[in-house]
C-alpha cells in the first residue's frame, strides 16, 4: 500500500532564517505530487504540484520554492522566512495519468515564524 | 462566486442524526468530487469520491451529487461524537493540467451527547 511521510512534524523558526520541508512517498511510481499551506481557520492553497522529476509548478507568487530531486521526493524550501509563512503545510500525492483520482495527505508540518 | 462554497458552520446534531453537508461548485464541467474529514490539528483524510450524478453509500457515508444544480452533498446517518469534525469538499480542476483540486474551506461539524 501507498504510505506518504512529512517531518517534522513541527517547527519553530524565526523570521529570516531557511526552511526546508521533506516529504517521500512510498509503494508508487511516478506519483503526482503537491504542497499546500493552511493557515489558521483557513482553506487550503495550492503552493507548488509536480507531475514529475524536476518538474515544478507554482501556484502563487511567493518567497517559497519546491524542489523534486527523486520520483517519490518532494521538497518545500525557503531562503528567508517571513512572518505570514506561519502556517500547516501539507504534502499530497495522487495517481498520476488520469485527472479523476484523489489526492492523499502526509500528516503535515505545523511552522511557527517567531 | 467562491470555486467551492461550503457553509463553515458550525453545523449541529445529536448524537444518532442525519448530518447534512452541502457544497456548490462553479465550474460547470467539473467531474470528480471528493469529501475529505478533517480533524482539528491533523491533515485532511479523504472518506468518500463521486464521479457520477445519484447517489454513492460507504457505510454510513452517503454522497450525492448533481451536475445539473453543481452541488454535491454528504450525509453521515447515525452521528456519532466521533464524526465531529471539518469537513472539505473538493472539486477537480479541469484547466491548468495536472491533477488538481480546489477545496472550499470546509464545513465544522458538531456531534452532541
Known amino acids: 500500500s501507498q504510505t506518504i511521510h512529512q517531518w517534522p512534524a513541527t517547527l519553530v523558526q524565526p523570521v529570516g532564517s531557511p526552511l526546508s520541508l521533506e516529504c517521500t512517498v512510498e509503494g508508487t511510481s511516478n506519483p503526482n505530487l503537491y504542497w499546500y499551506r493552511q493557515a489558521a481557520g483557513r482553506g487550503l492553497q495550492l503552493l507548488f504540484y509536480s507531475i514529475g522529476i524536476d518538474q515544478i509548478s507554482s501556484e502563487v507568487p511567493q518567497n517559497l520554492s519546491a524542489s523534486r530531486p527523486q520520483d517519490r521526493q518532494f521538497i518545500l524550501s525557503s531562503k528567508k522566512l517571513l512572518l505570514s509563512d506561519s502556517g500547516f503545510y501539507l504534502c499530497?500525492?495522487?495517481?498520476?495519468?488520469?485527472?479523476?483520482?484523489?489526492?492523499?495527505f502526509g500528516d503535515g508540518t505545523r511552522l511557527s515564524i517567531l | 462566486q467562491k470555486e467551492v462554497e461550503q457553509n463553515s458552520g458550525p453545523l449541529s446534531v445529536p448524537e444518532g442524526a442525519i448530518a447534512s453537508l452541502n457544497c456548490t461548485y462553479s465550474d460547470r464541467v467539473s467531474q470528480s468530487f471528493f469529501w475529505y474529514r478533517q480533524y482539528s490539528g491533523k491533515s485532511p483524510e479523504l472518506i468518500m469520491s463521486?464521479?457520477?450524478?445519484g447517489d454513492k453509500e460507504d457505510g454510513r457515508f452517503t454522497a450525492q451529487l448533481n451536475k445539473a444544480s453543481q452541488y454535491v452533498s454528504l450525509l453521515i446517518r447515525d452521528s456519532q461524537p466521533s464524526d465531529s469534525a471539518t469537513y472539505l469538499c473538493?472539486?477537480?480542476?479541469?484547466?491548468?493540467?495536472?491533477?488538481?483540486?480546489?477545496f472550499g474551506t470546509g464545513t465544522q461539524l458538531k456531534v452532541e451527547l
Open positions: 499530497a500525492w495522487s495517481t498520476s495519468g488520469t485527472v479523476d483520482q484523489p489526492q492523499h
Open positions: 473538493a472539486v477537480n480542476r479541469v484547466t491548468g493540467g495536472g491533477n488538481k483540486l480546489t
Open positions: 463521486i464521479y457520477s450524478n
